[in-house]
């Protein structure tokens, strides 16, 4: 190569940088090490992080969820870790199959009509929904429930405060934890959509079909955002309830935690919706031989049409990503996310009812719950969680003053399938003992 190019040496190649800049001395790397020493040094190293050795009841937006080998396998096969976007039907397939497939499994899990080719996560994906609805109502109101996750409504905001969005809060109710009826009373002529999360914020499950009905009798769309996408398996779908507008985070199916990414949004909708979509739809076609091959049938964005046409300016699709929620659901089957979801559940439950036992501690929600629910307990929870962390080794949940500062007491419990009754019960028994 050197002689091609009229080179003796390795060294001629970086003639251009002056002497003086040139490293002169070796580098200060370490001694190769052999595969057995490298891999006893990475073990000595995961050994000093202590939080990865404790017990995780966290969740609020993200879900620590068993993801089958298989998947990490399939996704590492380098013609999908290397594909990129599928311009070329011809020559992309595989890829195109594979976001056909994605398409069709959200559909099934949301009762909808037609799925996008996918978002960046949940929160971008219901900001995506309420831009939406304000294209196809024609309308600029849109009423919230405050018991969506506070980071997604955080994203909404910053996505509709220059659209001419107005977006007004619901409050849920002390009682119950749902906002079903504040959403129902506030819809009017002028709405464009109510945005109601179920399960909420705060773990409770919201009456769907109610919501749909008062949307529809004053001509709006029904928008519900997921955080857990695991109730899927156990709910009934937000489309067999009414829904127009289904959005979620699809980060419980095969998706590692990963410190918050990258995650993968899910947004689903009515066939009458379809060209209003953002993003991209991956669709069938057929050759003069009858052959089915994959195409990009629809693609909104603003890369691909003039941007005043233009749906939305999102620039791609969670790829790699919505390529292990197919292989992660493809692996688990129905019968495998139901059984998922039932142990979610019923763990939940069982968890809620030792804790509810303690002396000091209760229960301030009475909503129906799936596998998150709110724990009051007799001291400031920020104190209370550092406890258990600290003496412990448990993280017992998330403090709701982080986000409502007149809940000091409050703290939401995530319990999962990965969770054992013998974590359950080490939570409640450290609980009695703080």
Do not use: W
Request: proline content about 4%.
């Amino acid at each position: 190569m050197l002689e091609a190019i009229g080179l003796t040496s390795a060294e001629q190649l970086f003639d251009s940088i002056p002497q003086e800049l040139r490293l002169q001395r070796p580098l200060n790397t370490p001694a190769a090490l052999s595969e057995i020493e490298l891999l006893d040094k990475f073990e000595r190293l995961g050994q000093q992080n202590a939080a990865a050795r404790r017990t995780s009841f966290l969740g609020a937006g993200a879900y620590s969820h068993y993801v089958p080998t298989i998947v990490d396998h399939i996704i590492s096969r380098s013609e999908f870790f290397t594909a990129y976007t599928p311009y070329q039907p011809e020559i992309s397939q595989g890829t195109l199959q594979t976001i056909f497939e994605f398409q069709t499994l959200v559909c099934q899990l949301t009762g909808m009509e037609v799925a996008n080719a996918s978002m960046y996560d949940g929160s971008t994906a219901l900001a995506e929904a309420v831009l939406m609805a304000e294209r196809v109502t024609r309308r600029s109101k849109v009423i919230s429930s405050a018991a969506v996750h506070p980071q997604y409504l955080e994203v909404v905001n910053t996505y509709v405060q220059h659209a001419g969005i107005d977006l007004e809060l619901a409050n849920f109710d002390q009682n119950t934890g749902l906002a079903g009826a504040a959403l129902a009373e506030a819809v009017d002529d002028q709405t464009a959509a109510i945005v109601v999360q179920s399960p909420n914020f705060f773990g409770c499950v919201e009456d769907l079909t109610a919501l749909a009905d008062a949307a529809h009798a004053k001509g709006a769309l029904l928008v519900v955002a997921i955080t857990e996408a695991m109730s899927l398996g156990m709910l009934r779908s937000p489309g067999a309830c009414g829904a127009d507008i289904v959005v979620a985070e699809g980060q419980s199916f095969g998706v590692p935690l990963s410190f918050g990414g990258p995650y993968v949004g899910l947004f689903a909708t009515r066939d009458k919706y379809a060209r209003q979509i953002p993003g991209r739809l991956v669709g069938e076609a057929y050759d003069k031989k009858g052959r089915r091959g994959f195409v990009l049938t629809l693609a909104t964005r603003e890369q691909h049409i003039r941007r005043e046409k233009a749906t939305s300016n999102i620039c791609t699709n969670e790829g790699l990503i919505a390529l292990a929620a197919t292989v992660y659901l493809e692996t688990m089957g129905r019968r495998g996310i139901q059984e998922a979801a039932h142990q979610c559940l019923q763990k939940a439950a069982y968890a809620a009812r030792r804790i509810r036992s303690v002396n000091g501690f209760s229960l301030p929600f009475t909503g129906p719950c799936f596998n998150e629910f709110v724990v009051r307990g007799p001291i400031p929870a920020v104190e209370l969680l550092s406890r258990l962390a600290k003496d412990k080794s448990i993280e017992g949940g998330i403090a709701l003053s982080r986000y409502l500062p007149d809940r000091d007491k409050d703290f939401l419990v995530c319990v999962t399938e990965t969770n054992t009754r013998e974590q359950i019960d080490a939570l409640v028994a450290a609980l009695s003992e703080l």
